[in-house]
């Protein structure tokens, strides 16, 4: 019963952070990250009078990525309104990104929100998060596979849907070569995208890709 009232609590917390970096990712760009930091002074004033929490957030980001700056500081805002003690790390490598769950797991923290970019590198150990009894939510990469992995629940969008709507849209505008432009390699939302992109074009068009560093500006 009391594994059980923490993971209800754990899941309501980790849902909440989510939704404020989910929003403050919608719009994008440095707008979106001065306000996200804006956003985060001000409810810091309005902070919640609950239950102390420790969440660790594992992404895959890469250093001086401006996208994942703005989902960081949502994720701050809503840990200061919300009493959280948020601890934030990353690595684009699977293999110490798995580490870094690994770590989240040793140190007890309340709960565990993380990408997946890798499946075969980082499910493993997404599980044994969940075996500890600690709450996972995964997002923004791991659409197929958050419930093979344990996770309770998913943020994001069918990176597979994207493509296929974003195919259409070019082969409804004539084009009949498209280059589907990667900022990563590996990752299998990335992928799943480009792959939409190709259906979607259908048989009257072709899709090449190309592999680029995405922090390279």
Known sequence: MIRSKKRIMGAAVLMAVLLVLAACSATGGRKAFLAAQNGGQSVAAGHANTAHYT???ITHAEPGDTFWDIIRAGATAAAAKDNITLKYSSNPDPT????LITD??????????????NPTALCPTIKKATQAGIPVVMFNAGYTNWQSCGAMEYFGQDEMVAGVAAGKRLAAAGAKNVL?????????QLEARCAGV???LGSE?????????????
Do not use: E, F, R, W
């Open 55 to 57: 969440i660790a957030m």
């Open 180 to 188: 589907c432009v990667l900022q990563a390699q590996g990752q299998a």
């Open 104 to 117: 989240a797991i040793n140190s007890h923290v309340n709960g565990i929100a993380v990408t997946d970019p």
């Open 96 to 99: 110490q990104q798995a580490q």
């Open 198 to 200: 190709k259906q979607g």
């Open 205 to 217: 068009g072709t899709m090449s890709k190309l592999y680029v560093n995405g922090t390279d500006n």
